[in-house]
């Protein structure tokens, strides 16, 4: 059964006859668009009132791969963190290896040259550890006997005393610090010249300077170094520094705090001094020596002059003794005269040997 509109409508061209309309305008408007640009401002017009559509087909798409941008250039921002980061350590660590090599060979440099100042022979050493007694002062060194560490040798660093070796192994030694309470140091004060004893303390911070009177010119800030007097330091290290000055009107001495100089417990590296000191001789023992020689000497003297008294003796007794050979037999009254000088001789030797075999006693006082 054919279909076919209802008589009431108004009946247009047919399909094909639109068709075909629609072909050849469509034919003609592109003929005529590339050869006289007549669509152009068709195109634009249509272009800008489609565009907003077109973007906002778009968002979706822009959405999606903004997410998976931000999730990649998140993930290689953070590698990129990471690697920023450990590369700042290394460069940070590097700084503070240049730091502390350059602290090392500063505080080197300043050992050498304080080794060349002081004159004496001196053994580097490294400070290794504290020791576990909380009550003393001490360190343990990397340098002993093998080294040529000797018991009682002092140490220091370059800015003044350390202590002093008090206990020497193979290969280490124990120092025991200068702030310690059994420590001593003679000491003198730069600016006058007052010489004094200086004492560790029970904190193990502070130094204690005593015996000093309290009409002793001392104030603070007063620079304290070695006096030598003890044989032990050279004179001149630097040790303390007057921190606090404590007069009493009931005591005969002042109490005066001293802060050692030298970083007691910040060292790492020390000298230790092999310090040979010019101590002069002692005055009793020159005095007894003196007189040992003097005796040997007198005894020497008195020998000698025995053997000069014994020979010359001698000499006068052989020309009387021999009798020549030309002399006439027939002379009697001649024979008794070499026996009387030989008897002569003979007292006289004997007369001179006397001293020498008894010396005289020294005379004590009347």
Same mark, same amino acid.
């Given at each position: 059964?054919?279909?076919?509109?209802?008589?009431?409508?108004?009946?247009?061209?047919?399909?094909?006859?639109?068709?075909?309309?629609?072909?050849?305008?469509?034919?003609?408007?592109?003929?005529?668009?590339?050869?006289?640009?007549?669509?152009?401002?068709?195109?634009?017009?249509?272009?800008?009132?489609?565009?907003?559509?077109?973007?906002?087909?778009?968002?979706?798409?822009?959405?999606?791969?903004?997410?998976?941008?931000?999730?990649?250039?998140?993930?290689?921002?953070?590698?990129?963190?990471?690697?920023?980061?450990?590369?700042?350590?290394?460069?940070?660590?590097? !700084?503070?290896?240049?730091?502390?090599?350059?602290?090392?060979?500063?505080?080197?440099?300043?050992?050498?040259?304080?080794?060349?100042?002081?004159?004496?022979?001196?053994?580097?050493?490294?400070?290794?550890?504290?020791?576990?007694?909380?009550?003393?002062?001490?360190?343990?060194?990397?340098?002993?006997?093998?080294?040529?560490?000797?018991?009682?040798?002092?140490?220091?660093?370059?800015?003044?005393?350390?202590?002093?070796?008090?206990?020497?192994?193979?290969?280490?030694?124990?120092?025991?610090?200068?702030?310690?309470?059994?420590?001593?140091?003679?000491?003198?004060?730069?600016?006058?010249?007052?010489?004094?004893?200086?004492?560790?303390?029970?904190?193990?911070?502070?130094?204690?300077?005593?015996?000093?009177?309290?009409?002793?010119?001392?104030?603070?800030?007063?620079?304290?170094?070695?006096?030598?007097?003890?044989?032990?330091? =050279?004179?001149?290290?630097?040790? /303390?520094?007057?921190?606090?000055?404590?007069?009493?009107?009931?005591?005969?001495? /002042?109490?005066?705090?001293?802060? =050692?100089?030298?970083?007691?417990?910040?060292?790492?590296?020390?000298?230790?001094?092999?310090?040979?000191?010019?101590?002069?001789?002692?005055?009793?023992?020159?005095?007894?020596?003196?007189?040992?020689?003097?005796?040997?000497?007198?005894?020497?003297?008195?020998?000698?002059?025995?053997?000069?008294?014994?020979?010359?003796?001698?000499?006068?007794?052989?020309?009387?003794?021999?009798? =020549?050979?030309?002399?006439?037999?027939?002379?009697? !009254?001649?024979?008794? /005269?070499?026996?009387?000088?030989?008897?002569?001789?003979? &007292? !006289?030797?004997?007369?001179?040997?006397?001293?020498?075999?008894?010396?005289?006693?020294?005379?004590?006082? &009347?």
């Amino acid at each position: 059964m054919e279909y076919s509109p209802p008589p009431l409508f108004k009946q247009g061209p047919s399909a094909l006859a639109r068709l075909i309309f629609f072909v050849v305008l469509s034919i003609a408007l592109l003929i005529s668009d590339a050869r006289f640009k007549t669509l152009e401002v068709v195109r634009g017009v249509l272009g800008a009132g489609l565009y907003p559509l077109q973007r906002a087909a778009l968002v979706p798409r822009d959405l999606f791969m903004g997410a998976a941008d931000l999730a990649v250039t998140s993930a290689a921002l953070r590698q990129d963190n990471a690697k920023l980061h450990a590369r700042n350590l290394q460069l940070s660590q590097q !700084a503070n290896d240049a730091a502390s090599l350059a602290a090392e060979n500063t505080h080197l440099r300043a050992l050498l040259q304080l080794s060349q100042r002081i004159g004496a022979q001196t053994t580097p050493a490294e400070i290794q550890y504290d020791t576990r007694d909380p009550f003393t002062q001490k360190v343990v060194i990397g340098g002993g006997t093998q080294q040529g560490v000797q018991n009682g040798s002092p140490v220091v660093s370059e800015d003044g005393v350390i202590g002093q070796v008090t206990r020497v192994f193979p290969m280490q030694s124990e120092v025991t610090l200068v702030t310690d309470k059994d420590q001593a140091v003679p000491v003198e004060i730069v600016r006058t010249g007052l010489r004094s004893v200086i004492y560790g303390t029970a904190k193990g911070d502070l130094l204690d300077l005593r015996f000093v009177p309290i009409s002793a010119d001392v104030q603070v800030g007063d620079e304290l170094v070695t006096s030598g007097l003890d044989g032990v330091y =050279p004179q001149g290290l630097p040790v /303390a520094k007057v921190l606090r000055i404590d007069k009493q009107a009931d005591t005969a001495f /002042a109490r005066v705090i001293c802060v =050692p100089l030298a970083a007691v417990r910040g060292a790492r590296e020390v000298l230790v001094l092999h310090y040979v000191p010019q101590v002069p001789p002692n005055p009793v023992e020159a005095a007894e020596a003196a007189s040992a020689v003097a005796a040997a000497e007198a005894k020497d003297a008195k020998k000698k002059k025995s053997k000069a008294a014994d020979k010359k003796a001698d000499d006068k007794s052989k020309p009387a003794a021999n009798v =020549p050979t030309g002399a006439p037999t027939g002379a009697p !009254a001649n024979a008794p /005269a070499p026996q009387a000088k030989t008897q002569a001789a003979g &007292h !006289a030797s004997a007369a001179a040997k006397a001293p020498a075999a008894a010396p005289a006693k020294p005379q004590g006082g &009347h």
